[in-house]
């Protein structure tokens, strides 16, 4: 197991997880950290998984440590000093901005990860904002390495390992020959805004023979979606968050989902799409990918929780969808060739350019990628 008293140089991660949060912060530091390990690093997360079995799981299966993280930004960077770390990254909107700070006091390499601009008011060595259509943040100072863009997303073994070789292709037999739609149903790994039980009765609605397939987080979405009745040709199984949510993604027709960062997972999966915004992080991020034809947009959860007319629209959109292979085919295609699963490679070639340690195995400094400075 990977320890912060290893004599390889090893990366601290600073990122929380939590049912109120969700894992998405985790998984995609995780994603990362499954690369630098296989390039000979250490690795030690810093937070707090909020007692979520999963994200618990998501460290423990990949001997990756985790310890508890000071609130102070002073605090934090002595821990960093006292681990002996090589450099540290920072994921979630809800740091204290003085963290950064701290550590490049103390000489350490900061990666800053953000959405937009949630979380990036860090200060740091390299800013990625890994979102389509991500820009340079305005007050950045002149030096700050930037990462951005679909080029950059962190994805897990779990998805390289399952992304196809080619688009799905869709003939006349093919399509003539298209039973029950299977449909995958999930929502991030806590689904904070239940928003499953707005989305599984609409999926439902269209009427089309399929088989859906809900994930649901806690024991009151379950019980209320086993409520559900299925119409003619349809069924439901209600599911509990998936370890390997990949493996059911691929075998899925039509996955309906948020927009948060599963979707990139989605797009290199080549898996049709339609997406759903459940929080104000998400909105740019849903606009991009779906004034891009990436994905389907099924509007904001509240507007289809309270507005019959958008219910009704994404309604026919879903209904569209499961008609028309062809349409799912495309959207497929398009995601393959947005996001190509090679993302965590080019951020770890940036942050081990910046590491103070001389290291035989050249890995740690592959060739440098798509990145800007100031």
């Known amino acids: 197991m990977t320890t912060p008293t290893d004599r390889r140089p090893t990366v601290g991660v600073r990122c929380d997880a939590g049912p109120a949060t969700g894992v998405g912060h985790l998984v995609r530091c995780v994603a990362l950290a499954e690369e630098l390990v296989g390039r000979g690093l250490g690795v030690v997360f810093l937070g707090d998984l909020g007692g979520l079995p999963f994200a618990q799981r998501q ?15 002073e605090d934090l960077a002595d821990l960093a000093v006292a681990l002996g770390l090589a450099a540290v990254v920072l994921d979630g909107y809800h740091l204290d ?67 196809p070789a080619a688009a799905r292709v869709v003939t006349t037999d093919t399509a003539n020959a298209q039973g029950p739609a299977s449909v995958l149903a999930v929502f991030g790994g806590t689904d904070p805004t239940a928003a499953v039980l707005t989305l599984a009765p609409l999926v439902l609605g269209t009427g089309e023979p399929l088989h859906l397939r809900a994930i649901a987080s806690t024991p009151a979405t379950v019980e209320v979606l ?17 370890d390997d949510l990949p493996a059911l993604a691929v075998q899925a027709d039509l996955v309906v989902s948020a927009a948060g960062s599963s979707v990139w997972e989605l797009l290199c999966l080549g898996t049709p799409t339609a997406l759903v915004c459940v929080s104000d992080n998400q909105e740019a991020g849903y606009r991009e990918v779906v004034s891009r034809g990436l994905v389907e947009g099924l509007g904001h959860v509240a507007a289809l929780r309270d507005h019959e007319p958008t219910r009704t629209a994404a309604t026919a959109r879903l209904r569209t969808l499961l008609r028309d292979p062809g349409a799912r085919a495309r959207l497929a295609a398009r995601g393959l060739a947005a996001v190509d699963g090679r993302g965590r490679e080019r951020v770890a070639d940036a942050l081990c350019r910046h590491l103070d340690i001389e290291r035989k195995d050249r890995s740690c400094h592959a060739p440098a990628s ?3 400075r100031a």
């Not at 086993?226 to 998936?242: D, E, I, K």
């Open 226 to 242: 086993q409520r559900l009745r299925p119409g003619p040709r349809q069924t439901l199984t209600v599911l509990p968050p998936a």
């Open 370 to 372: 798509s990145s800007s």
């Open 97 to 163: 901005p003085g963290i950064g700070t701290a550590l490049t006091a103390r000489g350490l390499p900061v990666l800053a990860l953000s959405d937009g601009g949630f979380g990036a008011d860090q200060r740091a060595t390299i800013h990625l904002d890994q979102n389509l259509g991500a820009v340079r943040p305005a007050h950045l100072p002149p030096g700050t390495e930037v990462l951005s863009g679909l080029a950059h997303v962190l994805l897990r073994d779990l998805v390289r390992s399952r992304r």
């Open 59 to 73: 460290l423990a299966d990949r001997g990756l440590p985790l310890l508890p993280a000071p609130v102070a930004p």
